[in-house]
Nanobody, 121 residues
Framework: QVQLVESGGDLVQAGGSLRLSCAPSGSIFSINAMGWYRQAPGKQRELVASITDSGSTDYLDSMKGRFTISRDNAKNTVYLEMNSLKPEDTAVYYC???????????????WGQGTQVTVSS
């Protein structure tokens, strides 16, 4: 069974940087879109950034210029580079991927377990 494994969450001071990564465990055929969501306490989950299989990216406005999403197709990995972190960036960050397990099956969404990012002031 395929699971998404995330890493990189940590406690960091305001103005600092972190790099999150996420990759699937198990055998897969292909990955379409990849992305990152986050959920802060008491708030709804929101899309942070996404990247298509062709490399087109999209960001939440408040992330533009600070966060960069990228993917390594050879490693089936998505990254989120976060710079100039602010206390309001504190949240659990979840990766997602649209994965085809087999060529004959349609893609479906998979989610990571979440990684905690805490930014202290």
């Amino acid at each position: 069974q395929v699971q998404l494994v995330e890493s990189g969450g940590d406690l960091v001071q305001a103005g600092g940087s972190l790099r999150l990564s996420c990759a699937p465990s198990g055998s897969i055929f292909s990955i379409n879109a990849m992305g990152w969501y986050r959920q802060a306490p008491g708030k709804q989950r929101e899309l942070v950034a996404s990247i298509t299989d062709s490399g087109s990216t999209d960001y939440l406005d408040s992330m533009k210029g600070r966060f960069t999403i990228s993917r390594d197709n050879a490693k089936n990995t998505v990254y989120l580079e976060m710079n100039s972190l602010k206390p309001e960036d504190t949240a659990v960050y979840y990766c997602y991927m649209q994965i085809k397990i087999l060529s004959r099956l349609p893609p479906r969404d998979y989610w990571g377990q979440g990684t905690q990012v805490t930014v202290s002031s």
